[in-house]
């Protein structure tokens, strides 16, 4: 019997300890390519988290890296000096992409070999963090500037000096420290690496930093720096990059992705499963919004559209459908906002629910999100014949044909609240239009495709 | 002992005569009262005692040497560590620790220096002597009782209770002759041996109430204070080495050299051992000066460093940084000045000493006057060595102090086994001068490698490394 093709899915922070978005999108991934063995290398914050997912059978390993515990070395590294210039040199060279070489560093680095101390321990090393110190933060104390650089290289470390397990064919689902992982697994055991990005992760960081106050002065350059360059070596080692969308493959080829190796896979759905669902009228207006209670998806501009929308509409009813217990205390708040707007009557938390129900007789399907890459939801939506009315995030501008009447920009629900109302006032209109997207949905968009897609490419890379 | 030195240079700074002749009394009753007073004690009880009962008094003597020796010899390194627990308990204010501390070190030290005592009194041929037993129960109750003592002086110097102890030991050197005065005659030399274990018992007692009056122990745990001869096993090896680097030249002359003590294996060697005891004595101006000078202008650098470490810029903190190591040099230098004045004094005028001192007291005793000024010049170095290894240990770099304390005492080993072998009575003392100088340079090289790299060490702690790691 001939061996099963393994690919090692490289995840960080998401599946199988996250619900959705792009953990489902792997879910699908193993259960639709049931031909292939899956080895599961996860990247997460703290250990011991609980598993979501059940995980299919042709999963044949799950291996789970703590990025932030310092791990004990069990090997040396070969030569310290000559690993430290080549560390040093590799700062030097993030600018030019074409000549980064992690081949001689993993050369010196064994792997279970961690550089946690010795990075500033050895002279090279502590003049790296003194010197650029000196040039990025000399007005700032030191002991903050150190530590702060001290966080972002041991995580780089641990990824670096980590096992890694086999496989014919290493994919990570995002750049970051997946992507580095990727890389290092590509250099180690001389075997394929691909890449897919949803969104794009440096950008998705960068906007996260920028939000948080205690990341300060210089600290915020030096985090953006660090994840653009594991971007750069991401895309320098993948042999394959895929993305979604245009957008977003421009934006990879500005980093530095060679533009030969880019590709793009936009997601589908289950058309099959979405086509059954029977449209019907309910008496009201109902307006749903599919999707995790979480910050990202900025739930409380839903609710501030549903006070516009329910003070011109009365019968309007809105619903909030997806799990409610990823972010407590958020949910606690937006909780309270409905109360503090008197829309208890209008709004209900109906929590994770078979979709299909709600897609049946929703009037508007809406999308607050403060980021996203290709959003699902608009594509089961468009499935079932449910108009969108969405922020303009990722891709949803190219699934909405850039029709400014459903569009809005984040934050901004006054313009959601105005192409709610447009969808409302409009039925003939908007009908159209639903089902030109419809039959675009179900010939470009379907998953079963899109996961035959990735099973040709794994076995095209593993025969390279 | 950088707290009671900032004391005593409050009084110099008041200014006059009568300020400087106050430190300095009281500085040398703190670094070497109980030094001096056991000197004179013991000075005085053997011409007391051989007034008393002739020459059978040299046995005595013998213990006493021996038991001093051996004290430090074998358990001089646990002092160390114990320094280092009772400290950190005492700056996290643990009391109760600092007692439990106290009482577990006495306990291991009891059965450990009574195992040892009890093994080489019981061994002795001591048929010459009247009432033996009474000889080797007192030997032991001396060797336990200076063993303690040497833990106890520890522990209540870091409560800054340096006039007590004086005042005890005072008072225990008093006892001492009093109890021999009236044992003598009755049990001969066990009756001496008996006074003087009483003596320095009557010491041991009230050190101990006077310790457990403020840090009484609440319970007795071994394993909370075990970890510490891993963590720091280092600093364990640096005490261990740096009392045999001391010994050992000595002890290798008694039994290559030196002639028996009546009816012991014990043995002597007076040309190098009165000279070296005299040495010994000169660095008291040296010791006194670091306690008061050096010591505390750099621990008050030191901790501007550390108070400074997280709020400044890289360019400020090496700036200070750099003036903590100007501060090591400057001190450095002007102790070595300072010891030096005198050190040199004594070796120009050694012989007029000797000379005057006509054999009349125990300076008469030294028969070359080459190997005195060589044992002046080794002990200097010795002073300067232990200055070193002592701002190693403020580093925290134990592994390098362990590094230099073994060179001291190699070269100290092997030079005196070269001296046995081919040199002649004039090479005496050479080989612990080698040691010193060699320990001071490698001890110096150290030193300042250390204090430039101190913010990289510091960090490197911080991010988890162990301190035999730096």
Same mark, same amino acid.
Request: proline letters at 3%; glycine letters at 6%; one cysteine or more.
């Given at each position: 019997?001939?061996?099963?093709?393994?690919?090692? +899915?490289?995840?960080?922070?998401?599946?199988?300890?996250?619900?959705?978005?792009?953990?489902?999108?792997?879910?699908?991934?193993?259960?639709?390519?049931?031909? +292939?063995?899956?080895?599961?290398?996860?990247?997460?914050?703290?250990?011991?988290?609980?598993?979501?997912?059940? +995980?299919?059978?042709?999963? @044949?390993?799950?291996?789970?890296?703590?990025?932030?515990?310092?791990?004990?070395?069990?090997?040396?590294?070969?030569?310290?000096?000559?690993?430290?210039?080549?560390?040093?040199?590799?700062?030097?060279?993030?600018?030019?992409?074409?000549?980064?070489?992690?081949?001689?560093?993993?050369?010196?680095?064994?792997?279970?070999?961690?550089?946690?101390?010795?990075?500033?321990?050895?002279?090279?090393?502590?003049?790296?963090?003194?010197?650029?110190?000196?040039?990025?933060?000399?007005?700032?104390?030191?002991?903050?500037?150190?530590?702060?650089?001290?966080?972002?290289?041991?995580?780089?470390?641990?990824?670096?000096?980590?096992?890694?397990?086999?496989?014919?064919?290493?994919?990570?689902?995002?750049?970051?420290?997946?992507?580095?992982? !990727?890389?290092?697994?590509?250099?180690?055991?001389?075997?394929?690496?691909?890449?897919?990005?949803?969104?794009?992760?440096?950008?998705?960081?960068?906007?996260?930093?920028?939000?948080?106050?205690?990341?300060?002065?210089?600290?915020?350059?030096?985090?953006?720096?660090?994840?653009?360059?594991?971007?750069?070596?991401?895309?320098?080692?993948?042999?394959?990059?895929?993305?979604?969308?245009?957008?977003?493959?421009?934006?990879?080829?500005?980093?530095?992705?060679?533009?030969?190796?880019?590709?793009?896979?936009?997601?589908?759905?289950?058309?099959?499963?979405?086509?059954?669902?029977?449209?019907?009228?309910?008496?009201?207006?109902?307006?749903?919004?599919?999707?995790?209670?979480?910050?990202?998806?900025?739930?409380?501009?839903?609710?501030?559209?549903?006070?516009?929308?329910?003070?011109?509409?009365?019968?309007?009813?809105?619903?909030?459908?997806?799990?409610?217990?990823?972010?407590?205390?958020?949910?606690?708040?937006?909780?309270?906002?409905?109360?503090?707007?008197?829309?208890?009557?209008?709004?209900?938390?109906?929590?994770?629910?078979?979709?299909?129900?709600?897609?049946?007789?929703?009037?508007?399907?809406?999308?607050?999100?403060?980021?996203?890459?290709?959003?699902?939801?608009?594509?089961?939506?468009?499935?079932? !014949?449910?108009?969108?009315?969405?922020?303009?995030?990722?891709?949803?501008?190219?699934?909405?044909?850039?029709?400014?009447?459903?569009?809005?920009?984040?934050?901004?629900?006054?313009?959601?609240?105005?192409?709610?109302?447009? @969808?409302?006032?409009?039925?003939?209109?908007?009908?159209?239009?639903?089902?030109?997207?419809?039959?675009?949905?179900?010939?470009?968009?379907?998953?079963?495709?899109?996961?035959?897609?990735?099973?040709?490419?794994?076995?095209?890379?593993?025969?390279? | 002992?950088?707290?009671?030195?900032?004391?005593?240079?409050?009084?110099?700074?008041?200014?006059?005569?009568?300020?400087?002749?106050?430190?300095?009394?009281?500085?040398?009753?703190?670094?070497?009262?109980?030094?001096?007073?056991?000197?004179?004690?013991?000075?005085? =009880?053997?011409?007391?005692?051989?007034?008393?009962?002739?020459?059978?008094?040299?046995?005595?003597?013998?213990?006493?040497?021996?038991?001093?020796?051996?004290?430090?010899?074998?358990?001089?390194?646990?002092?160390?560590?114990?320094?280092?627990?009772?400290?950190?308990?005492?700056?996290?204010?643990?009391?109760?620790?600092?007692?439990?501390?106290?009482? +577990?070190?006495?306990? !291991?030290?009891?059965?450990?220096?009574?195992?040892?005592?009890?093994?080489?009194?019981?061994?002795?041929?001591?048929?010459? @002597?009247?009432?033996?037993?009474?000889?080797?129960?007192?030997?032991?109750?001396?060797?336990?009782?200076?063993?303690?003592?040497?833990?106890?002086?520890?522990?209540?110097?870091?409560?800054?209770?340096?006039?007590?102890?004086?005042?005890?030991?005072?008072?225990?050197?008093?006892?001492?002759?009093?109890?021999?005065?009236?044992?003598?005659?009755?049990?001969?030399?066990?009756?001496?041996?008996?006074?003087?274990?009483?003596?320095?018992?009557?010491?041991?007692?009230?050190?101990?109430?006077?310790?457990?009056?403020?840090?009484?122990?609440?319970?007795?745990?071994?394993?909370?204070?075990?970890?510490?001869?891993?963590?720091?096993?280092?600093?364990?090896?640096?005490?261990?080495?740096?009392?045999?680097?001391?010994? =050992?030249?000595?002890?290798?002359?008694?039994?290559?050299?030196?002639?028996?003590?009546?009816?012991?294996?014990?043995?002597?060697?007076?040309?190098?051992?009165?000279?070296?005891?005299?040495?010994?004595?000169?660095?008291?101006?040296?010791?006194?000066?670091?306690?008061?000078?050096?010591?505390?202008?750099?621990?008050?650098?030191?901790?501007?460093?550390?108070?400074?470490?997280?709020?400044?810029?890289?360019?400020?903190?090496?700036?200070?940084?750099?003036?903590?190591?100007?501060?090591?040099?400057?001190?450095?230098?002007?102790?070595?000045?300072?010891?030096?004045?005198?050190?040199?004094?004594?070796?120009?005028?050694?012989?007029?000493?000797?000379?005057?001192?006509?054999?009349?007291?125990?300076?008469? !005793?030294?028969?070359?006057?080459?190997?005195?000024?060589?044992?002046?010049?080794?002990?200097?170095?010795?002073?300067?060595?232990?200055?070193?290894?002592?701002?190693?240990?403020?580093?925290?770099?134990?592994?390098?102090?362990?590094?230099?304390?073994?060179?001291?005492?190699?070269?100290?080993?092997?030079?005196?086994?070269?001296?046995?072998?081919?040199?002649?009575?004039?090479?005496?003392?050479?080989?612990?001068?080698?040691?010193?100088?060699?320990?001071?340079?490698?001890?110096?090289?150290?030193?300042?490698?250390?204090?430039?790299?101190?913010?990289?060490?510091?960090?490197?702690?911080?991010?988890?490394?162990?301190?035999?790691?730096?």
């Amino acid at each position: 019997m001939a061996k099963r093709l393994s690919v090692c +899915l490289i995840l960080e922070g998401s599946y199988p300890y996250i619900v959705g978005g792009v953990a489902a999108w792997v879910q699908q991934l193993i259960l639709n390519l049931p031909e +292939l063995d899956f080895v599961i290398y996860t990247i997460s914050p703290k250990e011991h988290q609980k598993i979501r997912y059940t +995980l299919p059978e042709n999963v @044949i390993l799950h291996r789970d890296i703590v990025i932030n515990k310092k791990h004990k070395s069990l090997r040396k590294p070969r030569s310290k000096s000559k690993l430290f210039a080549e560390l040093k040199e590799l700062h030097t060279l993030f600018q030019a992409p074409s000549q980064i070489n992690l081949q001689k560093i993993i050369q010196y680095l064994p792997e279970e070999s961690y550089l946690y101390l010795d990075s500033i321990k050895h002279p090279v090393g502590w003049n790296m963090v003194t010197h650029s110190n000196m040039q990025h933060n000399p007005a700032y104390p030191f002991a903050d500037y150190f530590w702060a650089w001290k966080s972002a290289h041991d995580m780089i470390f641990t990824m670096l000096g980590a096992s890694i397990p086999d496989a014919d064919v290493y994919h990570a689902v995002s750049t970051g420290y997946a992507g580095l992982a !990727g890389a290092v697994a590509k250099v180690r055991k001389s075997r394929p690496f691909m890449l897919t990005e949803h969104g794009l992760y440096h950008k998705e960081r960068e906007m996260e930093i920028k939000r948080a106050a205690f990341v300060q002065g210089y600290q915020r350059d030096m985090w953006i720096n660090i994840f653009n360059n594991l971007s750069r070596i991401s895309y320098y080692y993948a042999d394959l990059i895929i993305t979604l969308f245009e957008y977003n493959r421009k934006k990879e080829v500005e980093l530095g992705a060679p533009e030969e190796k880019t590709m793009i896979i936009p997601n589908g759905i289950d058309i099959e499963f979405f086509s059954q669902v029977k449209r019907t009228s309910r008496k009201g207006f109902h307006v749903g919004l599919v999707g995790r209670i979480v910050p990202i998806k900025d739930i409380k501009t839903f609710i501030y559209v549903a006070k516009i929308v329910a003070t011109a509409i009365p019968e309007s009813k809105f619903y909030a459908i997806g799990p409610v217990d990823e972010d407590p205390a958020y949910f606690e708040d937006c909780k309270l906002l409905v109360e503090s707007l008197q829309l208890t009557a209008h709004i209900e938390f109906v929590g994770k629910q078979d979709v299909r129900e709600y897609y049946s007789f929703l009037d508007v399907v809406m999308l607050t999100s403060i980021r996203e890459a290709q959003p699902l939801v608009i594509l089961e939506a468009f499935c079932c !014949g449910v108009p969108v009315a969405s922020t303009k995030v990722g891709n949803v501008l190219e699934l909405l044909d850039y029709d400014e009447r459903f569009l809005a920009a984040p934050k901004d629900a006054e313009k959601l609240a105005q192409a709610v109302k447009f @969808i409302y006032n409009n039925p003939k209109k908007v009908h159209e239009f639903v089902e030109l997207n419809k039959q675009k949905v179900r010939k470009f968009f379907d998953r079963k495709k899109v996961y035959r897609r990735y099973g040709e490419i794994y076995n095209n890379l593993k025969g390279k | 002992m950088a707290g009671i030195g900032f004391v005593l240079r409050r009084v110099i700074r008041q200014g006059g005569f009568f300020s400087l002749v106050k430190v300095a009394l009281a500085g040398t009753i703190i670094v070497a009262g109980p030094w001096l007073l056991s000197i004179v004690g013991i000075f005085f =009880i053997t011409k007391y005692s051989f007034y008393l009962i002739g020459q059978s008094v040299v046995v005595f003597m013998g213990v006493v040497i021996y038991s001093y020796a051996f004290s430090l010899f074998l358990f001089g390194g646990i002092h160390y560590i114990f320094t280092r627990l009772v400290a950190d308990y005492m700056y996290v204010k643990k009391k109760e620790k600092a007692g439990e501390a106290l009482l +577990l070190f006495s306990t !291991g030290i009891v059965i450990l220096a009574s195992a040892v005592s009890l093994s080489v009194l019981f061994m002795l041929d001591l048929s010459k @002597i009247t009432y033996p037993l009474l000889f080797r129960v007192s030997g032991v109750v001396f060797f336990v009782s200076i063993n303690l003592i040497w833990l106890l002086m520890i522990f209540i110097s870091l409560l800054k209770k340096y006039f007590m102890i004086f005042i005890i030991y005072l008072s225990g050197m008093a006892l001492a002759f009093g109890s021999i005065t009236f044992l003598a005659g009755h049990f001969s030399v066990s009756g001496v041996l008996l006074g003087f274990a009483a003596g320095h018992l009557f010491i041991v007692i009230s050190l101990y109430l006077l310790a457990f009056k403020e840090y009484r122990p609440r319970s007795f745990s071994i394993r909370e204070h075990l970890p510490y001869f891993g963590k720091f096993k280092f600093l364990l090896l640096t005490g261990i080495l740096y009392y045999w680097g001391m010994w =050992i030249d000595k002890m290798v002359f008694w039994f290559a050299k030196g002639s028996p003590i009546a009816n012991t294996f014990f043995r002597v060697y007076d040309v190098y051992d009165i000279p070296v005891y005299i040495a010994n004595l000169t660095i008291i101006p040296g010791l006194i000066y670091f306690m008061i000078i050096t010591e505390t202008s750099f621990y008050k650098r030191l901790t501007e460093f550390l108070n400074k470490f997280n709020k400044s810029i890289y360019h400020k903190l090496q700036a200070i940084k750099y003036r903590l190591i100007a501060n090591v040099k400057n001190g450095l230098r002007e102790q070595c000045f300072f010891q030096g004045i005198f050190t040199v004094i004594l070796i120009l005028f050694a012989p007029l000493l000797v000379a005057a001192d006509s054999g009349k007291i125990f300076i008469g !005793g030294i028969k070359n006057i080459l190997v005195f000024r060589i044992a002046l010049g080794a002990t200097f170095f010795q002073m300067l060595f232990l200055t070193i290894v002592i701002f190693l240990f403020y580093l925290q770099r134990f592994k390098l102090a362990f590094f230099s304390t073994l060179s001291f005492f190699l070269v100290n080993f092997a030079g005196s086994l070269i001296i046995v072998l081919w040199g002649n009575e004039n090479t005496l003392g050479l080989s612990y001068l080698a040691a010193g100088i060699i320990g001071s340079t490698l001890g110096l090289r150290f030193l300042f490698t250390s204090a430039h790299k101190l913010d990289n060490a510091i960090f490197l702690i911080a991010s988890g490394a162990s301190l035999d790691n730096l």
